[in-house]
């Protein structure tokens, strides 16, 4: 039945095999994170005390804390803003929130939300319902 089409095979097949693979640590992917309030103060505190430049700050902490990705430019930009960050580690230390804010809270209208702010608090301490509609 050769001139059909069909092949045969004139010797033992080998079996294939196939190498095993054995599953090696496969690569580690670790998301960025933000840094805390409180990171902040620890880096520009180390960084203050150590006298360090902004890059060996920066490999200092991104071995401590490797999702945050340290790199200068975000040392520099702390560095630049510190004033700010301090005001609000004391402002949440005062409310005992000091290691859980990660971000700032930014408004396009402070004196509106200020205004707001002290609207709600004087009708909490009126005992004021605060529901949508009175607000």
Same mark, same amino acid.
């Given at each position: ?19 095993? @693979? ?5 690569? %580690? ?12 103060? @620890?880096?520009?505190?180390?960084? #203050? ?5 902004? %890059?060996?700050?920066?490999? #200092? ?25 301090? &005001? ?20 396009? #209208? ?9 609207? %709600? ?11 949508? &509609? %009175?607000?």
């Amino acid at each position: 039945m050769i001139g059909h089409g069909l092949t045969t095979s004139t010797g033992p097949t080998e079996p294939k095999t196939q190498k095993a @693979e054995q599953p090696g640590p496969g690569p %580690v992917f670790t998301k960025k994170e933000n840094a805390t309030l409180a990171q902040r103060i @620890e880096i520009l505190d180390w960084h #203050h005390k150590n006298k360090q430049s902004q %890059v060996k700050t920066a490999a #200092h902490f991104d071995k401590i804390y490797p999702n945050l990705k340290l790199k200068q430019p975000i040392i520099l930009e702390w560095i630049k803003k510190e004033q700010m960050w301090r &005001e609000r580690w004391a402002a949440n230390q005062a409310i005992g929130r000091e290691g859980q804010v990660k971000r700032a809270k930014q408004t396009k #209208h402070p004196a509106v939300t200020k205004m707001l702010k002290l609207w %709600v608090a004087k009708a909490m301490q009126d005992h004021v319902r605060l529901t949508g &509609e %009175v607000i």
